[in-house]
């Protein structure tokens, strides 16, 4: 887990992958997780991104996406501080392949350690989860 209070991308360089960890770009913020292996279980333990926040709040939108149609259920967790602020189930027969799940806006305090955690219930497709934001200024 990083923390981040001006590290990872401070000064706004190119884009060097993917990584857990949330990248600053001025008031700018994003972290992409890039494909996460699902392990074909219903408990949404497998980590796509676990960072702490740094001294300011931001206001960001997390999404998922996987690269499969299936009918098998997928599970998608957001953790703040250790606390559940979102859980979600559904399985997507009737979807586009690669169709992101509509995202969750989320305003997080200073130094709070964000989680995000997936699985697939029945197969071992790979996820992929996104978050853009800003830094929320007084």
Do not use: H
């Not at 219903?42 to 676990?50: E, F, G, R």
């Not at 939108?61 to 967790?77: H, L, P």
């Not at 697939?120 to 007084?138: C, P, S, V």
């Amino acid at each position: 887990m990083a923390i981040i209070g001006g590290a990872g991308n401070p000064v706004g360089g190119s884009f060097t992958g993917p990584a857990e960890a949330l990248e600053y770009v001025e008031d700018r913020v994003y972290a992409y997780s890039g494909a996460i292996a699902a392990t074909n279980n219903s408990n949404p333990d497998v980590t796509m991104l676990k960072f702490t926040t740094g001294s300011k709040t931001i206001k960001c939108r997390i999404q998922y996406v996987d690269d499969g149609i299936t009918s098998y259920a997928r599970y998608f967790k957001i953790t703040l501080n250790g606390a559940t602020v979102s859980l979600a189930a559904w399985k997507d027969v009737d979807v586009t392949a690669n169709m992101p799940v509509e995202g969750m806006d989320l305003i997080i305090s200073p130094y709070t350690e964000v989680e995000v955690l997936f699985n697939i219930n029945g197969a071992t497709d790979d996820g992929y989860a996104l978050l853009t934001g800003r830094i929320i200024e007084r």
